[in-house]
T-cell receptor, first 109, second 113 residues
Framework: GENVEQHPSTLSVQEGDSAVIKCTYS??????FPWYKQELGKRPQLIID?????GEKKDQRIAVTLNKTAKHFSLHITETQPEDSAVYFC????????FGAGTRLTVKP | KAGVTQTPRYLIKTRGQQVTLSCSPI?????VSWYQQTPGQGLQFLFE???????NKGNFPGRFSGRQFSNSRSEMNVSTLELGDSALYLC????????????FGPGTRLTVT
């Protein structure tokens, strides 16, 4: 089955800096790569996703890039704000969805 | 449109008992997936149901089972509970086609004592 690795496990940045989280996947058949944000005590929220036929997607301050050849994808958050502090999960899907272990992002004001 | 709902939100059970959790998907969604979330193991995939059939299954023992009804509502059951089953159980619904764009429910916090 699919195996997804996510790095780093924790990330601390100053407000206004950029944050980058990277994931690799093992199943070359995976064709959908969502990112979820989970705040403390809340459900995971889908924040952005990318399909395998697209190399990059941007939505305001967040962007995701996909390198199918290398089987890795990344989340980029620019101009970070304290409310961006949360755990972020990447996932890869072909038939089912497999998640990375999560990255705890802390944005210091 | 109402989001994914799960009941109950909190549950305390004793080792050896069994438990049933319920998930109601977003209207029009036919796929329901279940995940176990623990601090040490992250989000672990349990199984996915689509049109009342189990379509995919993760690496969990047979004590974990599920089903889906004709209205797409889903239940999961854990028999002979163990202390290690204490976790947040999340369900997620999707329309059912590919890709699997999933939306999560609030989860059921299960504590086994």
């Amino acid at each position: 089955g699919e195996n997804v690795e996510q790095h780093p496990s924790t990330l601390s940045v100053q407000e206004g800096d950029s944050a980058v989280i990277k994931c690799t996947y093992s199943d070359s058949a995976s064709n959908y790569f969502p990112w979820y944000k989970q705040e403390l005590g809340k459900r995971p929220q889908l924040i952005i996703d990318i399909r395998s036929n697209v190399g990059e997607k941007k939505d305001q301050r967040i962007a995701v890039t996909l390198n199918k050849t290398a089987k890795h994808f990344s989340l980029h958050i620019t101009e970070t704000q304290p409310e961006d502090s949360a755990v972020y999960f990447c996932a890869a899907s072909f038939n089912d969805m497999r998640f990375g272990a999560g990255t705890r992002l802390t944005v210091k004001p | 449109k109402a989001g994914v709902t799960q009941t109950p939100r909190y549950l305390i059970k004793t080792r050896g008992q069994q438990v049933t959790l319920s998930c109601s998907p977003i209207s029009g969604h036919r796929s329901v997936s279940w995940y176990q979330q623990t601090p040490g193991q992250g989000l672990q995939f349990l199984f996915e149901y689509f049109s009342e059939t189990q379509r995919n299954k993760g690496n969990f023992p047979g004590r974990f089972s599920g089903r889906q009804f004709s209205n797409s509502r889903s239940e999961m059951n854990v028999s002979t509970l163990e202390l290690g089953d204490s976790a947040l159980y999340l369900c997620a619904s999707a329309r059912g086609g590919s890709p699997l764009e999933q939306y999560f429910g609030p989860g059921t916090r299960l504590t086994v004592t």
